[in-house]
Structures are given as structure tokens and as C-alpha cells.
């Protein structure tokens, strides 16, 4: 069974940093396109991030540029996300999901086959 695991999520205050970690089981994350994704309440869900498979390439929504890192630890068979300078605006839940769409150093934000169940961050003082 193919199944996709977030977690990291919680409570920070602006300006703090979180983790997140997409886990991965019953398949091997390094041959999927991996993206992370956010719904707020109220809004339409958007995508936050992506890496490509192969090569490794990564995209970002302009909202989180430079303050967002995403990144592979197969060892672990995980995406992270690591979020610093988070804001208000960034509190959502936060959704891994995983695409069998392949192609040389690209990602995009559509066309995930597997998704996760979601973690929430909230940023508030």
C-alpha cells in the first residue's frame, strides 16, 4: 500500500522556523516528483514547492522564495521542507504529495497521484 506520512507541523511564533517531513511507505520517494502544498482557511490549496525526478530540480511559489528549503534524504526515503522566517500569512495545512510524472529537472504543481493527510502550522504570537 502506498502511503505518504507529513509531519513537523505545529504552533510558531513569526519570524521561527519549522521542519516538515514527508515519509514515504510502500514506495521509493527518490523515483516521484514531490511536491508540498498549502490550504488556508478559506482559500484555494496552492503549491509551496516541488522537486523534480530525476536531477533534483526544485521550484517555489514567489510568496516563499528564499525563506523555504526542500530537499531529499533517501536514506530516510523523505522530502523535508524546511521553513524559516515563517509569517501569519504562511499558517495552513501543509500536504506532501508525490507524482509518477517524470521528466529531467522539471516539477510542476499539477498531476500527484499520492497524498498525504496533512499537517497544520500555525504562526501567531
Known amino acids: 500500500q502506498l502511503q505518504l506520512v507529513e509531519s513537523g507541523g505545529g504552533l510558531v511564533q513569526p519570524g521561527g522556523s519549522l521542519r516538515l517531513s514527508c515519509a514515504a511507505s510502500?514506495?521509493?520517494?527518490?523515483?516521484?516528483?514531490v511536491g508540498w502544498f498549502r490550504q488556508a482557511p478559506g482559500k484555494e490549496r496552492e503549491g509551496v514547492s516541488c522537486i523534480s525526478s530525476p536531477g533534483g530540480s526544485t521550484k517555489y511559489v514567489d510568496s516563499v522564495k528564499g525563506r523555504f528549503t526542500i530537499s531529499r534524504d533517501n536514506a530516510k526515503n523523505t522530502v523535508d521542507l524546511q521553513m524559516n522566517d515563517l509569517k501569519p500569512e504562511d499558517t495552513a495545512v501543509y500536504y506532501c504529495?508525490?507524482?509518477?510524472?517524470?521528466?529531467?529537472?522539471?516539477?510542476?504543481?499539477?498531476?500527484?497521484?499520492?497524498w498525504g493527510q496533512g499537517t497544520q502550522v500555525t504562526v501567531s504570537s
Open positions: 504529495a508525490a507524482s509518477s510524472r517524470r521528466r529531467f529537472n522539471l516539477c510542476v504543481f499539477d498531476g500527484y497521484n499520492y
Open positions: 510502500g514506495f521509493t520517494l527518490d523515483y516521484y516528483v
